[in-house]
């Protein structure tokens, strides 16, 4: 199975309002990250979390981490349309390797 | 600045065809090379990664192969595609940890 899991599956907003992803995984990781990807394209970097530590900012996004609970939330803050994409988390174990889930499909509408 | 470049954007392709697609990184030497496959709606999967110049580790067993003649170049290869290996091809490099997308190729077997 995956080790991230996204949750929800797909996620309907008003521009405006704010967008919370969550996404469980099931070994230890040395650091979390979240990606974007606008349809048919790759996939964006947003941000990298480390085991470590328990919460970062970045612009409008804002991403927790607990590790006692093997999960992590990306929040995205007054939702725009250009936001529309899906949103995945990979979790990092060894050097270099990533492990995907399925990603959170995220629509904000206008 | 680095870059990743992935050819071509499209491939239509009979079954029992070969395939070759290319992915090269400009701007870092000794980059992690990666190459993954997107199923429709779903997260990615790793098929292959490589820490340096002919050094291949394969993720998932298929018919399918990777090599890396150069540095910065890696390449994806079948000798006969299957219908099955119709999906969405993403090369990424990595420093550590963040992986960096190329823009990915849309591969459908007819």
């Known amino acids: 199975s995956q080790q991230g899991e996204e949750d929800p599956q797909a996620l309907s907003i008003q521009e405006g309002e704010n967008a919370t992803m969550n996404c469980s995984y099931k070994?230890?990781?040395?650091?979390l990250q979240w990606y974007r990807q606008n349809s048919g394209r790759g996939l964006v970097h947003l941000i990298l979390?480390?085991?470590?530590?328990r919460e970062k900012h970045s612009g409008r996004l804002r991403v927790t981490l607990d590790t006692s609970k093997k999960s992590s939330s990306l929040l995205i803050t007054a939702s725009r349309a250009a936001d529309t994409a899906s949103y995945f988390c990979a979790t990092n174990t060894n050097a270099g390797k990533s492990t995907f889930g399925d990603g959170t499909t995220l629509t904000v509408k206008p | 600045s680095q870059t990743i470049h992935q050819w071509p954007a499209t491939l239509v392709q009979p079954v029992g065809s070969p395939l070759s697609l290319e992915c090269t990184v400009e701007?870092?030497?000794?980059?992690?090379l990666y190459w993954y496959r997107q199923a429709a709606g779903r997260g990615l999967q790793l098929l292959f990664y490589?820490?340096?110049?002919?050094?291949i580790s394969s993720e998932v067993p298929q018919n399918l192969s990777a090599s890396r003649p150069q540095d910065r170049q890696f390449i994806l290869s079948s000798k006969k595609l299957l219908l099955s290996d119709s999906g969405f091809y993403l090369c990424a490099w990595s420093p550590y940890g963040t992986q960096y997308f190329g823009p990915g190729t849309r591969l459908t077997v007819l």
């Open positions: 979390i480390r085991s470590n530590e």
């Open positions: 070994t230890s990781i040395n650091n």
């Open positions: 490589s820490v340096g110049i002919g050094q």
């Open positions: 701007g870092t030497s000794n980059p992690n």
